[in-house]
């Protein structure tokens, strides 16, 4: 059996999307003669817990832990809510204060790549020691953070085991990066050590097809893409809700604000006493103030539920409920190689999907190819309001269903499959 040492941040009790790829291929390695041994942080800061996954953890599972110091702890300090939204994702342009400001450029320009690098000395050193007397056939760094890629290409360098990176997110191409307020020199230490990672290691895998095409104009290293999946039965809910759910699951940032779905499902309420009745508009996840003041200016209040954060048992059910599943990406080009992990659930979930993001979106042809719903780019608001009305038409009449296929191929055990066969040629 191929031993893999797998480095990743978020691990159970971690919750939100981060934690489930690797949990997940961790769950069906053995399947194809691969062991995992897993080395995570033994006291991280993560924004999102969800301890119900540690049930998921395979047994006889080898996890290796090692301390690690992060700022956000110190930031806390002065502020733990700002310390809170700035750690999940949650960085608004619009009204950031002085200290606000003040944290992201302390945490943009002296923590890079990011706020976990000072956690790469002291990895390396513990698992050179480890790997000594525990060898292994594979390593494998999964960012971000992408600071574990700087753990892998030390071990590479020490070892010269062969070394797997995992982007389930873009570097230097992702959004949040502008708001970081970076300097020159701290762009261009990002993209030094970006062409680093990726010309000394061995192998990429990528979650979508347009960040493969990034990295193949930066290196000419072998690159697959193995998107995210899911890994719930595929069973319809025994009852959908009564009302005319709109459900979203996962965070709603400052910036993924869409205002002309507000904007559309506001006129809809205005105009139509049926739609008024029945429509509600369901959140769960983090979601930022700015979201729901503009959700609420736009005559929603009564219409709207927010959950809250939910454990992934509880948004699988919300979502197999649910009348309609709602996706947004930022109308952004560096948004385009995004694929939400969420999707494959929505999709699994057989209920329809409604897709807003940007033009030449890698979202819109895994929608189109699985008819597992309609991609909107943002300039559509005449087309949204119809299909939402023509699915509202099926809803009353019991009829909204979906023709889904091909959904199987995003299901984690295949996706696993294709894993394994990238680790078993690296040797």
């Known amino acids: 059996m191929k031993k893999v040492l797998i480095i990743t941040y978020y691990w159970p009790p971690a919750g939100g999307p981060g934690v489930q790829r690797w949990l997940k291929f961790v769950k069906y390695l053995k399947d194809f003669d691969i062991e995992p041994i897993i080395y995570v942080p033994e006291n991280p800061h993560y924004p999102l817990r969800d301890e119900s996954l540690i049930n998921e953890i395979p047994e006889n599972t080898t996890i290796l832990k090692q301390p690690i110091k992060e700022p956000y702890g110190f930031a806390k300090i002065f502020s733990k809510k700002k310390t809170q939204k700035i750690s999940s994702g949650i960085i608004s342009e619009k009204k950031q204060g002085i200290l606000e400001k003040m944290m992201l450029w302390v945490r943009g320009n002296f923590f890079i790549p ?33 600071s574990l890629h700087l753990i892998g290409m030390g071990l590479k360098n020490e070892t010269g085991i062969p070394w797997l990176t995992d982007f389930r997110d ?61 890994d719930v039965a ?29 904007k559309v499902l506001s006129e809809m309420v205005k105009e139509n006493e049926d739609f008024a009745s029945k429509f509600k508009l369901q959140l769960a996840g983090t979601i930022s103030d700015e979201v729901v003041a503009s959700i609420e200016n736009h005559g929603l209040k009564n219409h709207l539920k927010k959950f809250g954060y939910v454990s992934h048992s509880e948004s699988v059910d919300l979502q197999k409920k649910s009348q309609v599943l709602l996706m947004i990406e930022i109308d952004s080009k560096e948004t385009q190689a995004i694929i939400p992990g969420k999707l494959f659930e929505y999709m699994a979930s057989g209920r329809p999907i409604l897709a807003l993001g940007p033009k030449d979106s890698d979202v819109e042809p895994l929608i189109n190819s699985t008819q597992s719903g309609t991609f909107f780019e943002y300039s559509q608001e005449r087309e949204i309001k119809i299909k939402i009305y023509n699915w509202f038409e099926l809803y009353k009449n019991k009829k909204l269903v979906i023709p889904s296929q091909g959904i199987e191929a995003f299901s984690r055990k295949n996706l696993t499959k294709k894993l394994a066969e990238v680790l078993l040629q690296l040797h």
């Open 114 to 146: 990011d706020a976990r690098v000072g956690w790469v000395k002291p990895s390396v050193k513990f698992l050179k020691v480890y790997l000594k007397a525990n060898p292994v056939d594979v390593i494998v760094s999964s960012g971000p953070p992408h």
């Open 170 to 230: 873009p570097w230097t191409t992702i959004g949040y990066h502008k708001k970081l307020r970076l300097s020159k020199r701290s762009q261009m230490k990002h993209k030094q050590f970006e062409l680093n990672v990726l010309t000394n290691c061995d192998a990429v895998i990528v979650t979508s097809p347009s960040t493969k095409r990034q990295f193949e104009n930066i290196t000419d290293k072998p690159i697959t893409v193995i998107t995210n999946g899911f």
């Open 234 to 262: 595929l069973k319809p809910a025994k009852q959908l809700d009564d009302d005319f759910t709109i459900s979203h699951i996962g965070s709603l940032l400052s910036e993924r604000n869409p205002k002309i779905l507000w």
